[in-house]
């Protein structure tokens, strides 16, 4: 028998690109900032939520930095079905288990000294939120995985309808994920009646196909015509925001604010005048925030668990946390050091990371 190892050709690695990598750590440090705020009670603080109002549209940035980077989401679907779960959901379960072994070893002794726990516990809680007691955030990759699967099949009817007639009929016919938003809100209106927190998808995707065609036009322009119009786009935002401020968007529970068609289109401008500047400035890397943005998956799974850990820490000594802005101080300088320490043994753990290593093709 002989064994024979073929490996795929070798490219040469295309430089790293810092402004997604920067706007992946901004988007990372505002999540932990709203998480450590809200543990320590002040999430509802006005200025605070002035920080909220300028900053909602962050999370919908991951689904427009995948589509961004996904020429196509084509292919064999049972191989493209396994990878994504593979990458997203079996760290989706692990990490949400963690969460939940930290958030229930506690129980016993809040119980025994509060008598009672201190959130109300409910059997539907995962099915209807896709979150676990003691990780809430991850919510996202149960949302992300779903998103990676419907936008696959979609692709292919759409390529399977349209294909058929000129290129350009198929490149007009993802028009048709302009639509999306609006089902988002229809969902929205009907009181999010999806289970796994599912309403927030059709958004996801609208995102997604929207990095897509950002990357698409982009690309017939110089970086000079880029900055012009990411710039005008960027001022369209901070316009329109100060004129309608009532209006955000939530994506973990799909709540919308104010206007929902001002709000869609406010997302789109600044997620696209945002990514233009900084790529077509060539923005360098910035040593802490790209980081943190390179290596978002770790902040992701790993800050909450440690959040509830502290949390039930001082709780166990009838200590509590919550109105205090000197543990503000202390939790968030340790948490992200915590998590860019654990960044090398969560990655090399692909059931925390998703980073399964890529084998070799052997034949025999």
Same mark, same amino acid.
């Given at each position: ?82 990878d994504?779960?593979?990458?997203l ?17 506690f129980? !016993? ?27 809430? !955030? ?65 958004m ?77 400035a ?7 925030v ?16 440690m ?11 009838a200590r ?33 990371s998703?980073?399964? !290593? ?7």
């Open positions: 028998m002989k064994v024979f190892c073929t490996f795929a050709p070798m490219n040469i690695a295309k430089p790293r690109n810092h402004a997604f990598d920067f706007l992946c750590g901004i988007c990372i440090i505002r999540m932990v900032s709203l998480h450590v705020m809200a543990f320590c009670g002040h999430a509802d603080d006005d200025w605070w939520r002035e920080v909220m109002q300028w900053t909602y549209y962050f999370m919908s940035f991951f689904f427009f930095k995948a589509g961004y980077f996904n020429k196509s989401v084509l292919g064999d679907s049972k191989q493209y079905c396994k994504k779960a593979k990458r959901l079996i760290p989706y379960f692990t990490t949400g288990l963690i969460g939940g072994a930290i958030y229930f070893s129980l !016993p002794f809040l119980l025994h000294k509060f008598h009672n726990p201190i959130e109300p516990l409910e059997l539907t809680h995962i099915w209807t939120t896709s979150s676990f007691y003691g990780n809430n !955030p991850t919510w996202f990759l149960f949302s992300f995985f779903a998103a990676y699967i419907t936008i696959h099949f979609l692709e292919k009817a759409r390529h399977w309808a349209f294909g058929r007639f000129s290129s350009r009929v198929l490149q007009y016919s993802s028009m048709l994920y302009f639509v999306f938003p609006f089902i988002s809100y229809w969902l929205y209106m009907q009181g999010n009646p999806l289970w796994m927190s599912l309403s927030n998808v059709p996801g995707l609208f995102f997604f196909e929207l990095g897509r065609a950002w990357n698409r036009l982009m690309s017939r322009w110089s970086d000079e015509q880029t900055i012009r119009i990411s710039i005008t786009l960027i001022l369209l935002f901070i316009a329109s925001n100060i004129v309608f401020h009532d209006c955000s968007y939530t994506m973990s529970s799909n709540k919308f604010g104010g206007n929902p068609i001002i709000t869609v289109l406010n997302i789109t401008v600044i997620l696209c005048g945002l990514s233009g500047l900084l790529i077509a060539h923005l360098p890397r910035v040593p802490v790209n980081f943190i943005g390179q290596h978002s998956m770790v902040f992701f799974v790993s800050h909450y668990p959040l509830y850990y502290y949390k039930f820490m001082h709780l166990c000594f509590s946390i919550y109105g205090r802005y000197d543990e503000v101080l202390v939790l968030l300088p340790v948490i992200f050091i915590i998590c860019a320490w654990l960044v090398p043994y969560i990655e090399r753990t692909p059931w925390l998703g980073r399964w !290593p890529k084998g070799e093709k052997v034949e025999s």
